[in-house]
């Protein structure tokens, strides 16, 4: 059986959401708390592992006309950072507005500015996922 994870890999936080076990949709699952690189890069495998992950989606931010930005950088050296420590196949997926729009749920269910911090960034990874799923779910992959 498949089962997808998906990061939402930022500057000081990583967003996690996980797929159901049919990959119809993505579940926001949790927050990580960025500390070191390396220590960034293994805590994401073993969350990968404990989760039961045959894939990994890392969003990649790029600019809205699609160009690469700083961030996209950043982020691209992650992954290969990932993609060499980890026996998991590892794909990126367009992630923008995802964050804008995981805010922009949180404030409609009438979320405190201080507390969306804590989950922004695991809803921002489930839109990550949600947009690969119906991808691949499209093609009939």
């Known amino acids: 059986m498949e089962r997808y994870v998906a990061f939402d890999i930022g500057d000081k936080r990583i967003g996690v959401a996980v797929s159901d076990p049919f990959n119809t949709y993505a579940l926001p699952s949790q927050t990580y708390f960025r500390k070191k690189f390396e220590e960034d890069i293994e805590a994401v495998i073993k969350i990968a592992q404990e989760k039961g992950a045959t894939k990994i989606i890392c969003g990649l931010p790029v600019n809205f ?14 992954i290969e950072a990932l993609k060499e420590r980890t026996s ?42 949600d947009g690969y799923l119906a991808i691949i779910n499209k093609k009939g992959v």
């Open 88 to 129: 998991i196949p590892v794909e990126c997926c367009d992630e923008r507005f995802t964050t804008q729009m995981a805010h922009q749920t949180l404030i409609s269910e009438g979320m405190r500015r201080e507390k969306r911090k804590n989950y922004v960034d695991a809803l921002a990874a489930a839109n990550i996922l």
């Open 65 to 78: 006309d699609g160009t690469e930005a700083v961030q996209t950088v950043k982020t691209r050296n992650f």
